[in-house]
């Protein structure tokens, strides 16, 4: 183990771990904690996925190369080994309490930016992967409001591996920070109040009356920006018998209080449906048989 | 007073509009026909909208005296963009100005969906209000029929009165074969690559508008066969998974939002079989 000999950097005051975060297009990566890269535990299975293990190791925690260093053919490769390491060490490292809450001080400051989407209302987005497994997506960015992935903003991003973020982290941020997560459930503030304006929408409305209450303890204790657009020619809403009419308005709504989520089963049946929509009723009877043999909570 | 020769094709290239058009930041606007402006029917109210109206129209038309004072000059560009971005509103709105804007949506002018399961789907602006200096412009995707925000801060601050409430809703509704499939590969049409080339040239306008018309006619009003009552149902969806395994609230309100969907679903197709 070269590990003991003194470390020194080329520029002594900057680590690799920082050079590396300041780069641009990595804005998105925490610090990394040299303890937790050093115990063993936190490696395994990994050196099987990076070539040139060892000095990748050393590059990354600024340990001087071995003498015999001359047998590894080009610098390059290495930087791309320990880059390696470090994206699958980082998609690690954010998941303990630590990097939980190095990620949250970047989420809060903003550093992820915010939801495209106009009624999310610059809802801060975290970085997520596809793919736990390296080269095959690259990062995306999740919005706990509408539970949606997003392309980021800006093609500098467009080489960052997303699986140095995994697929899990930005679920476990939410669950683990719910006070930032958005409720499932929304009402539009003022009861009877035009859905047209999308002012509703405006932050305004969180200042006003109580504070917000999810009454499940596990889910997010945010309120959630809730609107959802409505399509209108010469202001008429699209109807939905038209061709074009909306399709997709299920994709982003919500329901006003979170009783109504219980009203569907776990196979996505409504529960006990009745009188308004008489067409399905064939279906929902079968539907209720079957549910008797499960014993659903 | 009018200058003949200013409103002759030879100036064409450096006429108000053009200006106007290849300005930075000016990408989502088309050309809005010459004879649509001076046909004053189509300007009815926008004299109580726009200050200095009769000349900041002299301006777009270029028909404005030479020896104006700058300092009014200057005043009367704000006033001419505004009155432009109002005409804007219903020229694309027309036949002819729906089938401009649909050349620009076929070369992605708009930008494409920032939504990953949307696939690069191109977006069409959109206003969320009629009324001028209240809301930005932003983009309307047509698969899943949301709203995003422009990328560039110079899209951003385009006035969303200027494109309207209706303009992408009307779109899909006269061209209904190119309403977006929910899943698959991004599709437009069949000449998505031949539209790229007609840029703005002013001398073969007129040519080309023929040509459009012809291309209208052939895509509009047709998609009898187009059924889209479940189209839904193929529409892919992100889910959040936390090792594997699903977040319990958000896989609940999901389940939710799907059981609303096969609803519609059912509803729609109920309403198939009704209409023979």
């Known amino acids: 183990m070269g590990r003991g000999s003194a470390s020194s950097t080329p520029t002594s005051t900057l680590t690799w771990i920082s050079w590396f975060c300041s780069l641009p297009g990595h804005e998105y990566f925490c610090e990394v904690t040299e303890d937790f890269i050093e115990d063993d535990f936190n490696l395994t299975g990994l050196n099987t996925m990076v070539p040139f293990w060892k000095e990748a190791m050393e590059m990354v925690l600024d340990v001087e190369p071995d003498e015999d260093a001359s047998k590894i053919p080009d610098v390059s490769i290495v930087e791309s080994s320990a880059e390696m390491l470090y994206g699958l060490v980082h998609q690690r490292f954010i998941l303990t309490r630590v990097g939980l809450q190095a990620m949250a001080e970047k989420y809060e400051s903003g550093v992820f930016g915010s939801c495209p989407r106009v009624y999310c209302v610059g809802c801060n987005v975290v970085p997520c992967g596809r793919s736990d497994v390296p080269g095959l997506d690259t990062v995306k960015l999740f919005c706990p409001n509408c539970n949606d992935i997003y392309v980021p903003p800006s093609s500098r991003f467009q080489g960052v591996d997303g699986a140095f973020f995994g697929t899990t982290f930005a679920h476990l941020f939410f669950q683990t920070y719910r006070e930032l997560s958005p409720a499932p459930f929304w009402k539009a503030p003022s009861a009877g109040g035009s859905p047209l304006s999308p002012r509703s929408t405006s932050g305004s409305s969180s200042s006003r009356g109580s504070p917000f209450v999810n009454p499940n303890p596990h889910g997010g204790q945010k309120r959630a920006a809730g609107y959802v657009y409505v399509p209108r020619i010469y202001g008429f809403k699209v109807s939905e018998r038209a061709k074009s009419g909306p399709r997709m308005h299920w994709l982003r709504l919500r329901p006003e209080n979170p009783s109504e989520l219980d009203m569907v089963d776990w196979r996505g049946r409504w529960i006990d449906e009745d009188d308004e929509y008489d067409d399905d009723e064939e279906d929902d009877d079968d539907d209720r048989q079957m549910e008797d043999f499960d014993p659903v909570i | ?276």
């Open chain 2, 1 to 276: 007073m009018e200058d003949i020769s200013t409103g002759s094709d030879s100036d064409y290239s450096s006429s108000w509009i053009s200006w106007f058009l290849s300005s930075k930041g000016n990408e989502y606007f088309c050309e809005v026909d010459e004879d649509f402006i001076l046909d004053r029917f189509n300007l009815t109210g926008l004299n109580n909208e726009v200050a200095n109206y009769s000349q900041a129209l002299d301006l777009i038309t270029d028909n404005l005296d030479d020896d104006i004072q700058d300092e009014l000059r200057s005043s009367l560009d704000v006033q001419a963009r505004l009155l432009y971005g109002l005409i804007h509103a219903r020229w694309i709105v027309t036949a002819r100005g729906l089938s401009k804007m649909l050349e620009k949506y076929k070369r992605a002018d708009f930008g494409r969906c920032p939504r990953v399961l949307c696939l690069q789907q191109p977006l069409l602006p959109v206003g969320l209000t009629d009324i001028p200096y209240e809301k930005s412009v932003k983009l309307y995707c047509g698969r899943c029929e949301d709203l995003y925000s422009p990328k560039s801060s110079r899209h951003g601050s385009i006035d969303g009165a200027y494109f309207g409430t209706t303009f992408p809703h009307l779109l899909f509704l006269v061209y209904p074969t190119l309403i977006p499939p929910k899943s698959g590969p991004v599709e437009l049409g069949r000449d998505a690559a031949g539209a790229g080339g007609a840029a703005a040239d002013g001398g073969r306008t007129r040519r080309r508008l023929r040509e459009e018309q012809v291309e209208v006619s052939a895509a509009e009003g047709g998609g009898e066969g187009i059924n889209t009552a479940s189209a839904a149902l193929k529409a892919d969806r992100y889910k959040p998974r936390i090792y594997g395994f699903q977040v319990n609230e958000i896989a609940k309100l999901q389940r939710w939002q799907e059981a609303v969907r096969d609803r519609q679903v059912g509803r729609l197709e109920a309403l198939e079989d009704r209409t023979p």
